[in-house]
């Protein structure tokens, strides 16, 4: 498709790996690509503008933001991820807008407070667009008070010739002391709100009945000390790895060359006293999920409502936040080598059909494209 001179403008985070890959296509097409942002990153052919960091200065970013755009003159403003960026679009007043809703931004966020609610609610209001990756989604949109005829249903999207099975590597398998055992990876951040320790607390369990198992942990984040001491605790750390940050150009080797996929997420929140106070869906699949299903990689999440109630997923499920129940899972896949290939196989189709980088970065410059040509420009 031809880019007709469209100036994008984006406000997104910069230090993302899903947005600099996002711009990056766009910008290598020939669009004229601007990123608003306070973590600024370089990008090859985009323009970066720094705005106000600290939360406190968000009436601060705002004005920048307005003043950013009017000296850009972009024929699209979006945002990705409302929470911060898209109620800064949205207060910016320009328009066309379209809003990314990525997962916590309205499965949680929404219920942190009457305020952030409002803001959020009003960001949607005010958006052209609003985009979100699968049916939960848009039924949490439209609690939220979103007019259906605006949302956007569409995923993110995967490079599937890096990310396949194809991108195994022995050599790596070898580095990780993986060449002759079992593998399971968890590649979650390491922060509260995603629950590693749940991974870890299942290794004992796992190794009783099934010794020769390693368990890799690719992120990262402000945790890493208390999980390492909880390894040592559980005397497990001969069977454990700690990588870290991985690069996105390592990323598909992780992905393909290890047995199993475990991702720790969960929509259950706490009160200050551990007591459960809310289920919220809304997210759909991650993208680091949409990645190990292009490598073929057989998978087990939590039961949360975004998997319960999706069509995309094809491996096993645990109980949320239960060890144990993840433990016989993973010795259950394991064991079943059959049962892998065909989660593998199966989930790399729905990558293909619902995923692949070139079909949803095409589907993204029909709907710029078509807004630009019917939307009148404003701020």
Known sequence: ???????LAYIADGSSVHVRRFLGYLANKGYDIHLITYTPSKIDNVKIHKVATH??????????????????????VHAFYVTNNGVVAALSGFHPLILSAWG???GTDPEKSRIVRFFIKLALKTADL???????????LMELGVDPKKIFLHNMGVD????????????LRKSLGIDSSYSVICARWWRPEYHVAVFIRAIPFVLEKMPNVKFILIGGGILENELKELVARLGVGEHVTFVGRVSEEEMPKYLASLDIYVDTGTDIEFDYFGRIVKTRGGGGMGQTTRQAMACGTAQIFSNQMNVRHGNWFRGLIYEQLDYRDLAEKIVHLLRDEKLRKRIGEESRKVVLQTCDMEKIMAKWETVYHCLSRHSQRRV
Do not use: C, Y
């Open 104 to 106: 916590s931004d309205i």
């Open 55 to 76: 939360r406190m200065k968000i009436p601060l970013r705002v004005v920048q933001t307005f003043n950013l755009i009017r000296k850009i003159n972009p024929d699209i």
């Open 130 to 140: 609003v985009e979100t990756s699968d049916e939960l989604g848009l039924r949490r």
């Open 160 to 171: 599937t010739t890096l990310f396949s099975p194809a991108a195994k590597s022995m050599e």
């Open 1 to 7: 498709m031809k880019n007709e001179n469209l100036t």
